[in-house]
């Protein structure tokens, strides 16, 4: 992994879901609907980032405290990401985007956006929210399942981008950004407003920021 310290990154590849969109609410109400269907007590932000961690099925695991077999895990999938996209309608966006999108566009360098969430829901969803001409490219998630890493996902964006690792720097919110980063050859910087507590975070061993204002100055070597 290249160092933001020596290097200024020409491209960023950012995340969506608690980096860019602010959805946090939305998260733990979708997670408590699992937990009213498996009998559980309903839990707060602060727990689900206690027992937040990839894959996701161990996640759920320590959640419900019980093994989940597939039958489980597709049940968890549905009843999650309906009730998830039932509230998607209340999520709003990061403090400061679009202008720092636009900001960063400004400087002659390019963005691209990467999440795990289903592709063909993704790129209307950021159209509707006005953020589409910032980006070169798109990708969500194009399998039916979703839990697993974002490694792969990161490798085939940016090889579809033609970007040399060297002049990327991805930006997320939970350790899998980080994992995934490192496995490409990328920079990455981290922030505190998603699922993720800034304790966790900083195993990675990247920059941990509280902000994208943060992160964008982080990038451009503008704070130590």
């Not at 200024?8 to 602010?22: E, F, M, Y």
């Not at 720097?169 to 490409?184: K, M, P, T």
């Amino acid at each position: 992994m290249t160092s933001l310290a020596t290097r200024v990154p020409r491209h960023i590849v950012w995340d969506w879901n608690g980096t860019l969109l602010s959805d946090n609410h939305a998260v733990v109400e979708a997670v408590n609907v699992v937990c009213t269907a498996f009998e559980r007590d309903h839990i707060d932000i602060d727990e689900w980032r206690s027992l937040f961690g990839r894959p996701l099925q161990k996640c759920y695991e320590r959640l419900l405290r019980r093994s989940l077999d597939e039958q489980d895990w597709a049940r968890i999938d549905v009843l999650y990401h309906d009730a998830y996209r039932d509230l998607l309608h209340s999520c709003r966006l990061a403090d400061g985007v679009p202008n720092l999108l636009a900001d960063w566009a400004g400087t002659g360098r390019s963005q691209s956006l990467l999440s795990m969430w289903f592709h063909d829901e993704l790129v209307p969803l950021v159209s509707s929210m006005g953020l589409d001409g910032y980006f070169s490219r798109v990708d969500g998630l194009r399998e039916d399942l979703g839990g697993g890493s974002k490694a792969e996902h990161l490798v085939r964006h940016m090889d579809a981008l033609e970007l040399d690792p060297r002049d990327v720097v991805l930006i997320g919110d939970v350790l899998d950004d980080a994992h995934a980063a490192q496995r490409a050859g990328t920079d990455c910087v981290l922030l505190t407003t998603g699922v993720m507590s800034r304790t966790a975070l900083e195993e990675a061993g990247c920059p941990v920021v509280d902000s994208i204002s943060e992160a964008l100055a982080r990038v451009d070597g503008r704070t130590g």
